[in-house]
């Protein structure tokens, strides 16, 4: 198979620079309508999809953003490797509005939000241990640093549910007890369902505030946060350009992401449900 490359943009990303044969496909999906139609096209002869999270307008909520459909319709197009783009908090000094981080760990607090593509007459358990491609993320972190983005590499992301940004008990209890380094609305199911359609995925996040632990800045100011989104949905598009040179051609990724569900389905074949298998034909139809 060759390499496709999927771009999930979050709050200030929708397009992207220099796409050849640019074009908006709808893709049908049995998860339902994906957040908008999808731009694909060409970057240096690699393939590239484009899918703007919040669609175009920003008309979903985190919670709302249809995640599974999302996926299984990158799927469909051929994608391989996703990088997944969003705007972020940070609970670090060091870590300040305009840097990027290649997130490497996360902390799942959403609760209104559907997690998997398995269930009832289809079960599967897959591994999370280490929930983003190394090889894509080192490569994300390689063209960020040569457009001079200032970047961080590894990091956990905390990922609530949203849509009201934290308290200042929960910026400190993220901060302080749990460790985290970062804190957004959107990576969570997006992760784990990359993992399950057994897709190569990688976390860039774009610091826009310090969340509400910080002394000097208290609060989220939604206009400041719009300011440094404009900055960095530019400097991430010029990411997202630099990355076809620097993934080589098909190949099984070295990670095993590709392979994920290699042994992860339980339930026998005489007693998996037709509807859900045949949902799954696009996510899973590998091992099914």
Known sequence: ???????????????????????????????????DQILTGRLNDTAMAFLPRHGRGHVHSPTTVPYRA?????????????????ACGSFREDMVP????????????????????????CVAHVSVAHPVCSRLSDACFAAATAGGITVHKGGTYLAMEGPQFSSIAESRLYRDVWGCDV?????????KLAREAELC??????????????????????????????????KARGLVKAMPALLDGAAPCPHGC???????????????????VKKLQAVAGRVL
């Open 1 to 35: 198979m060759d390499r496709m490359i999927g771009v999930i943009g979050g709050s200030g990303v929708y397009d992207i620079d220099g796409l050849q044969d640019a074009e908006w496909q709808s893709v049908d999906s049995p998860w339902g309508a994906p957040s």
């Open 70 to 86: 999302n996926i299984d319709a990158l799927k469909r197009l051929g994608v391989t490797d996703v990088i997944s783009v969003s």
């Open 98 to 121: 305009g840097d990027f981080v290649i997130v490497d760990q996360f902390i799942d607090r959403t609760f209104a939000r559907e997690k998997s593509f398995f269930g009832t007459g």
């Open 183 to 191: 804190i957004g609305m959107t990576n969570m199911p997006e992760a």
């Open 201 to 234: 995925y990688a976390s860039v996040a774009m610091i826009t505030d310090f969340d509400s632990w910080h002394p000097d800045h208290d609060t989220v100011d939604i206009n400041e946060i719009i300011k440094t989104l404009t900055g960095n949905a530019d």
């Open 258 to 276: 590709d392979r994920a569900l290699e042994y992860a389905i339980m339930t026998a074949p005489d007693k998996r449900d037709p509807e859900l």
